[in-house]
Nanobody
Framework: QLQLVNSGGGLVQPGGSLRLSCVAS????????IGWFRQAPGKEREGVSC????????NYADSVKGRFTISRDDATNTIYLNMNSLKPEDTAVYYC?????????????????????WGQGTQVTVSS
């Protein structure tokens, strides 16, 4: 069974940090671009960050640039999202997703990358 499993969410105070993990099972991530997305209550899902299949290209939404860092460990089939200086507006359910691609050196949270595998999501709440 092909699946992604998210973990690492929780409640944190403003200014705090969390690390989200995304582990793939049933397939290897080597040929997949990976994206992190989030959805806050009453809002549309938005792309947060992505990393190319070779790990060389990383993109971030303007709202998280300088605070979030995406990384991948293909040896353990795991993707991470390190989140620092968290703000209340970062509160959302966070999802990782995988897009099979032959474009090893680029990534995007949208087209032409087709994210077909999704994690179950993990809640991040930033509140004092």
């Amino acid at each position: 069974q092909l699946q992604l499993v998210n973990s690492g969410g929780g409640l944190v105070q403003p200014g705090g940090s969390l690390r989200l993990s995304c582990v793939a099972s049933g397939f290897v991530l080597d040929y997949y671009a990976i994206g992190w997305f989030r959805q806050a209550p009453g809002k549309e899902r938005e792309g947060v960050s992505c990393i190319s299949s070779n790990g060389g290209k990383k993109n971030y939404a303007d709202s998280v640039k300088g605070r979030f860092t995406i990384s991948r460990d293909d040896a353990t089939n795991t993707i991470y999202l390190n989140m620092n200086s968290l703000k209340p507006e970062d509160t959302a359910v966070y999802y990782c997703a995988a897009a099979l691609t032959s474009e090893y050196y680029s990534c995007s949270n949208g087209p032409p990358f087709d994210y077909t595998y999704w994690g179950q999501g993990t809640q991040v709440t930033v509140s004092s």
